[in-house]
């Protein structure tokens, strides 16, 4: 029987140090408060790596949204059953950087929006939906950094170029916004003109309401 609680950071492309920032910081709180503690990365071709999966496959991850998307599904089948139930099951908190909202909003982002309703069903089959034993956040926090920020990052500084440029950022914004009430989300503000720590702050009076 499920008893600890699954906490997800999310965030667009571009917000990656004020998510990955948040998380640390959050486990240390956690854990000063002598939480018993369990991270999970998003379900992305690196996370496969980790659990073994580029044994058996060799997947060209990044060349199709679309097969990205089922690949993320079954990546994620493995998380949620081998890391994230068992882990909940004990009583511990799981925190978990990007997970459902982003592998949604990559797909949309890249055009499968008349297909919407039946990838959030197979999504929701990779977190136990007709297993009788699906994993649902019980908080999402979405690190809200804006469009031009993110664009600036990943464009200008990392040089690495998505098709459409800044647009690409305000249409993965405006989905997260408008996903984040399915999810028992909440945005926080993560811009550039807020310190991290006020950040954290805020992150974990949120993280606590739900404990």
Same mark, same amino acid.
């Given at each position: 029987?499920?008893?600890?609680?699954?906490?997800?950071?999310?965030?667009?492309?571009?917000?990656?140090?004020?998510?990955?920032?948040?998380?640390?910081?959050?486990?240390?709180?956690?854990?000063?408060?002598?939480?018993? &503690? &369990?991270?999970?990365?998003?379900?992305?071709?690196?996370?496969?790596?980790?659990?073994?999966?580029?044994?058996?496959?060799?997947?060209?991850?990044?060349? #199709?949204?679309?097969? %990205?998307?089922?690949?993320?599904?079954?990546?994620?089948?493995?998380?949620?059953?081998?890391?994230?139930?068992?882990?909940?099951?004990? #009583?511990?908190?799981?925190?978990?950087?990007?997970?459902?909202?982003?592998?949604?909003?990559?797909?949309?982002?890249?055009?499968?929006?008349?297909?919407? %309703?039946?990838?959030?069903?197979?999504?929701?089959?990779?977190?136990?939906?007709?297993?009788? %034993?699906?994993?649902?956040?019980?908080?999402?926090?979405?690190? #809200? &950094?804006?469009?031009?920020?993110?664009?600036?990052?990943?464009?200008? &500084?990392?040089?690495?170029?998505?098709?459409?440029?800044?647009?690409?950022?305000?249409?993965?914004?405006?989905?997260?916004?408008?996903?984040?009430?399915?999810?028992?989300?909440?945005?926080?503000?993560?811009?550039?003109?807020?310190?991290? #720590?006020?950040?954290?702050?805020?992150?974990?009076?949120?993280?606590?309401?739900?404990?």
């Amino acid at each position: 029987m499920r008893k600890g609680k699954f906490i997800v950071l999310e965030g667009i492309s571009g917000s990656g140090q004020q998510v990955k920032g948040g998380l640390v910081s959050l486990h240390k709180a956690l854990t000063d408060l002598k939480i018993d &503690v &369990v991270e999970c990365a998003n379900p992305d071709s690196g996370r496969a790596k980790e659990l073994g999966a580029a044994s058996m496959i060799n997947w060209p991850f990044g060349r #199709d949204a679309r097969a %990205d998307f089922i690949f993320e599904c079954a990546v994620r089948t493995e998380i949620f059953q081998g890391i994230v139930r068992p882990a909940l099951e004990a #009583d511990k908190i799981v925190l978990c950087k990007q997970s459902s909202i982003s592998s949604l909003a990559n797909a949309w982002v890249n055009g499968s929006t008349q297909s919407l %309703d039946v990838l959030r069903h197979l999504e929701k089959i990779s977190r136990g939906f007709l297993f009788g %034993d699906e994993v649902f956040p019980d908080l999402t926090i979405f690190f #809200d &950094v804006p469009p031009e920020e993110a664009f600036e990052r990943v464009e200008e &500084v990392l040089q690495i170029h998505h098709e459409g440029g800044l647009s690409y950022y305000q249409q993965m914004r405006e989905f997260y916004l408008k996903e984040l009430p399915r999810w028992r989300g909440v945005r926080i503000d993560a811009s550039s003109g807020r310190h991290q #720590d006020q950040i954290d702050a805020e992150v974990l009076k949120l993280v606590k309401e739900v404990l």
